[in-house]
């Protein structure tokens, strides 16, 4: 049930309730209290932004390809049907699923499934979101889900990465902290999976913990640093500023888009308040690892051929001080994305444009024109490497090689 490296949940189709029962009989479907907190772990678990096929009406019946830096994984059928689905699974084997990795035959998950931190969820969780789903409408469609290439088809080379990465267990509160801080953690570790994409990768796949949640690549996209980092980071967002964001998926300074836009709009923007509020303070807290230092100012020709591109094609949306709209059109001149080491997301929606995300909060969901075609690698490189270093912000200058890569890399991908 993982984003995909990235219909709602709250839609219709997915609220009907049906009698498919628990082989171990433990997920009660007629427990309405336990299916509507399975029906909310579900959305926090963010499980249909890879189990649903992006506009298809058979949602959680799998069959969507999830890329993985080995190769890609199809996501499998998840509705209660018996044959190809889970309908026949006995709740300790949906468990051991979800929560220690270990498929029905005995065999290993792939971590694409973030078995890794859906165990720090509780039994009660799991069988919760199990008597949910139980509850959807049966689907028939058999997936083949490993489509991986030999030697990482091998499953049982996961006992390996498990003695690396993996720590069974449930979440642990730190008593040093508060309740609310203590939920936020979980929700970010746990079902929120925040880490399957915002921290580094060894080579193996396996998170780099020394940088948590500091921003990652994957899927032609760079997902950024979300821990209080001054520069980098969260840091000049209030605790308002991130709820805003991860209710509207807008606020001051940016909108969602890309895969961050689909977390929103099936995950975050269904989410209580309160929950909302500790992801806040949870993320808030985490260390400031640049206390505000920045690179020098750079002074290369790029910037005055960038200032004349930005001031014709850029400021009338984002404005001449790249302050933007808020809510509407974002801040370059506040935004730490733009500025981050890795601005291959900042070229990717450049050179593809983008459209954010819309919600009932916030249902516009405006977008960005395209300019790959109208501005060459070189033109593409100095306007960025301009907004990178205006109005006070200081970054690296974008190297046009980093365009042509992720321009041919971008146009071998799906919008």
């Given at each position: 049930?993982?984003?995909?490296?990235?219909?709602?949940?709250?839609?219709?189709?997915?609220?009907?309730?049906?009698?498919?029962?628990?082989?171990?009989?433990?997920?009660?479907?007629?427990?309405?209290?336990?299916?509507?907190?399975?029906?909310?772990?579900?959305?926090?678990?963010?499980?249909e932004?890879?189990?649903?096929?992006?506009?298809?009406?058979?949602?959680?019946?799998?069959?969507?390809?999830i890329?993985?830096?080995?190769?890609?994984?199809?996501?499998?059928?998840?509705?209660?049907?018996?044959?190809?689905?889970?309908?026949s699974?006995?709740?300790?084997?949906?468990?051991?699923?979800?929560?220690?990795?270990?498929?029905?035959?005995?065999?290993?998950?792939?971590?694409?499934?973030?078995?890794?931190?859906?165990?720090?969820?509780?039994?009660?969780?799991?069988?919760?979101?199990?008597?949910?789903?139980?509850?959807?409408?049966?689907?028939?469609?058999?997936?083949?889900?490993?489509?991986?290439?030999?030697?990482?088809?091998?499953?049982?080379?996961?006992?390996?990465?498990?003695?690396?990465?993996?720590?069974?267990?449930?979440?642990?509160?730190?008593?040093?902290?508060?309740?609310?801080?203590?939920?936020?953690?979980?929700?970010?570790?746990?079902?929120?999976?925040?880490?399957?994409?915002?921290?580094?990768?060894?080579?193996?796949?396996?998170?780099?913990?020394?940088?948590?949640?500091?921003?990652?690549?994957?899927?032609?996209?760079?997902?950024?640093?979300?821990?209080?980092?001054?520069r980098?980071?969260?840091?000049?967002?209030?605790?308002?500023?991130?709820?805003?964001?991860?209710?509207?998926?807008?606020?001051?300074?940016?909108?969602?888009?890309?895969?961050?836009?689909?977390?929103?709009?099936?995950?975050?923007?269904?989410?209580?308040?309160?929950d909302?509020?500790?992801?806040?303070?949870?993320?808030?807290?985490?260390?400031?690892?640049?206390?505000?230092?920045?690179?020098?100012?750079?002074?290369?020709?790029?910037?005055m051929?960038?200032?004349?591109?930005?001031?014709?094609?850029?400021?009338?949306?984002?404005?001449?001080?790249?302050?933007?709209?808020?809510?509407?059109?974002?801040?370059?001149?506040?935004?730490?994305?733009?500025?981050?080491?890795?601005?291959?997301?900042?070229?990717?929606?450049?050179?593809r444009?983008?459209?954010?995300?819309?919600?009932?909060?916030?249902?516009?969901?405006?977008?960005?024109?395209?300019?790959?075609r109208?501005?060459?690698?070189?033109?593409?490189?100095?306007?960025?490497?301009?907004?990178?270093?205006?109005?006070?912000?200081?970054?690296?200058?974008?190297?046009?090689?980093?365009?042509?890569?992720?321009?041919?890399?971008?146009?071998?991908?799906?919008?």
């Amino acid at each position: 049930m993982r984003k995909r490296y990235h219909g709602s949940l709250a839609g219709a189709a997915l609220l009907v309730l049906g009698t498919t029962s628990s082989v171990a009989g433990e997920a009660d479907p007629q427990d309405f209290t336990q299916l509507e907190r399975g029906r909310y772990l579900t959305i926090l678990s963010d499980c249909e932004s890879c189990h649903t096929v992006p506009g298809s009406n058979q949602p959680l019946a799998g069959g969507r390809s999830i890329e993985t830096p080995f190769g890609n994984i199809v996501a499998p059928n998840i509705t209660p049907d018996p044959e190809t689905g889970i309908g026949s699974w006995s709740d300790e084997q949906f468990d051991a699923a979800i929560r220690r990795g270990i498929r029905r035959d005995g065999s290993r998950l792939y971590p694409a499934m973030p078995y890794n931190a859906y165990t720090k969820m509780s039994r009660d969780d799991v069988l919760a979101i199990r008597a949910y789903l139980n509850s959807v409408q049966p689907v028939r469609n058999a997936v083949a889900a490993n489509t991986l290439p030999f030697p990482f088809s091998i499953r049982a080379s996961m006992r390996l990465w498990n003695a690396l990465y993996f720590r069974e267990g449930d979440y642990q509160p730190d008593p040093k902290q508060s309740a609310e801080w203590n939920r936020g953690a979980f929700l970010v570790d746990g079902p929120g999976h925040c880490g399957a994409c915002h921290t580094p990768k060894t080579m193996l796949g396996g998170d780099r913990t020394d940088q948590y949640l500091q921003g990652s690549y994957l899927q032609g996209w760079s997902a950024p640093d979300i821990t209080n980092d001054t520069r980098l980071g969260l840091g000049k967002w209030s605790n308002e500023d991130l709820v805003s964001y991860l209710r509207s998926g807008h606020n001051r300074v940016t909108a969602a888009t890309g895969p961050m836009g689909e977390v929103v709009s099936l995950s975050t923007a269904h989410m209580r308040d309160p929950d909302l509020n500790a992801t806040a303070t949870y993320l808030k807290s985490l260390p400031d690892k640049s206390a505000g230092t920045s690179p020098p100012p750079i002074k290369v020709p790029a910037m005055m051929a960038g200032a004349a591109i930005y001031r014709d094609q850029c400021s009338a949306c984002h404005g001449l001080d790249g302050k933007g709209v808020a809510e509407l059109f974002p801040s370059v001149a506040d935004s730490s994305m733009t500025r981050s080491d890795d601005p291959s997301t900042s070229i990717r929606i450049v050179l593809r444009g983008a459209r954010s995300v819309g919600t009932s909060a916030q249902p516009t969901a405006p977008g960005m024109p395209s300019y790959g075609r109208q501005l060459d690698d070189n033109g593409v490189a100095a306007v960025l490497t301009y907004i990178r270093n205006s109005w006070g912000g200081t970054a690296s200058p974008v190297p046009s090689e980093q365009v042509s890569r992720v321009r041919r890399d971008t146009a071998l991908r799906p919008d």
